[in-house]
């Protein structure tokens, strides 16, 4: 008899352990908090020189392009406004809109630096086409004009990848030129837009 568990005693037994339960969680739970708490957070990187170079996008702008002539096709103008924001310190985020041709069109553009490889990098994506666009570049010997390149398809080639070169010069706080290229077969670059960025007042 006495080796056998009476049925309240095991019933008790049971009780007083479903009650620890909750007690050993709590502490568990507050270990962790307290761990939390008095752990060290990694070092995070500051926004270098070159990041801070990217805070000149930073506002409202208007803008205006132009296309170059290919053929019988005329040159067109395009107007739009683009209004761009730092991320974290690092991240230039802007967002492009205006009309094409008589088509709306919307863009969004992000431009970094990445450190470990010395180089801006950024990305382009847009409302007429289905091509996420990677940017590489960097600062021109002047350092008031980032060129930045990018591979994509060539509509005047088939859709064939072809190299793309874009600037951007500041030639003032409120004022940027920019230039667009592409890399043709003879490997020379061919201008096929140009515009300027300027500055909305407030």
């Known amino acids: 008899m006495n080796n056998v568990t009476m049925p309240a005693e095991s019933h008790l037994n049971s009780l007083e352990h479903e009650t ?6 709590a502490v568990l739970a507050f270990s962790l908090i307290t761990t939390a708490a008095n752990a060290q957070l990694p070092d995070f990187p500051a926004p270098s020189e070159e990041h801070k170079w990217l805070e000149q996008f930073a506002g409202e702008w ?3 392009s132009k296309t170059a002539e290919f053929g019988d096709q005329p040159s067109m103008e395009h107007k739009g406004a683009m209004t761009s924001e730092m991320l974290g310190g690092f991240w230039a ?3 492009f809109q205006g009309n094409t041709g008589g088509i709306e069109f919307k863009a969004l553009q992000t431009i970094g630096y990445d450190a470990a490889r010395k180089k801006y990098v950024g990305t382009w ?5 289905d091509q996420l666009w990677n940017y590489e570049g960097e600062l021109d010997e002047s350092g008031k004009t980032l060129v930045l390149t990018a591979e994509g398809p060539n509509f005047f080639d088939g859709g064939k990848l072809t190299e793309f070169r874009d600037s951007y010069e500041f030639k003032s706080a409120d004022l940027i030129i920019t230039t667009s290229e592409i890399k043709g077969p003879d490997g020379k670059w061919f201008t096929f837009m140009t515009g300027e ?4 007042k407030e």
């Open 20 to 25: 620890m339960k909750p007690f050993a969680l």
């Open 62 to 64: 208007v803008t205006v």
């Open 93 to 95: 985020v802007n967002r």
């Open 125 to 129: 994506i847009d409302s007429m086409l």
């Open 197 to 200: 960025m300027t500055r909305a």
